[in-house]
């Protein structure tokens, strides 16, 4: 390829302390190493791997729409993110616009015959996670009947369901399906969805 190949750099960091500079140092590298021209950089800094508030991230898929770039470098999938499932939109998004994605650490190139392979994986992988909660909460569930419990729509979570609507929502799950596979509400499941955000905007301020 030559230097017109117009290329991106997405770093994260999850505090504001830390610094992105070193992800975006070894990134330039292997731009430079490729032949592709650096136009633009995209940095989330304060930002967790499990949310899906990422104000940058935003930005670069909107650039990637608007066709500014055709490759993108990140150092590792888990700056890309840390649910399976938003994960796995944002790459599958990116391959159907025609953007080669490449992770240095895991040196996984997506137009590659081995980058077809960790999108089948991944896809995989996707729906067992998902599959495998629900059965374990349906399974709480059945077991909280068994015992005689009252189930329903509660409007005080006790901390079991909280904790499988915080891990459902994490793992990129609707808040509709969320409600339904929890037996909640739907303006419940926001509650404890806010109640998490705000936990971690906590934790990296």
Do not use: W
């Not at 909107?62 to 500014?68: D, Q, T, V, W």
């Not at 569930?141 to 909280?162: C, E, F, H």
């Not at 799950?173 to 419940?188: E, F």
């Amino acid at each position: 390829m030559t230097m017109s190949t117009r290329c991106a750099l997405y770093a994260r960091v999850s505090t504001q302390e830390q610094t992105p500079e070193n992800q975006l140092m070894a990134l330039r590298d292997l731009a430079e190493k490729n032949n592709h021209q650096v136009v633009t950089e995209f940095v989330d800094k304060g930002v967790s791997g499990i949310s899906k508030e990422k104000d940058a991230r935003a930005s670069m898929l909107a650039a990637a729409r608007s066709k500014k770039f055709t490759v993108l470098y990140c150092v590792s999938i888990d700056r890309l993110s840390r649910s399976t499932k938003d994960l796995l939109q944002v790459v599958e998004e990116l391959n159907n616009l025609g953007i080669t994605l490449i992770f240095q650490r895991e040196a996984i190139d997506t137009k590659s015959a081995m980058g077809q392979f960790f999108l089948t994986v991944l896809s995989s992988i996707a729906q067992l996670e998902r599959e495998t909660m629900i059965a374990r909460i349906n399974q709480g569930i059945a077991r909280a009947k068994s015992q005689g419990k009252k189930l329903g729509r509660p409007t005080k979570l006790n901390d079991g369901l909280q904790n499988a609507v915080r891990m459902l929502y994490q793992k990129g799950v609707s808040i509709r399906d969320i409600a339904k596979t929890c037996t909640v509400g739907i303006g419940t499941v926001y509650k404890v969805v806010d109640k998490l955000k705000s936990e971690e905007l906590q934790v990296v301020s």
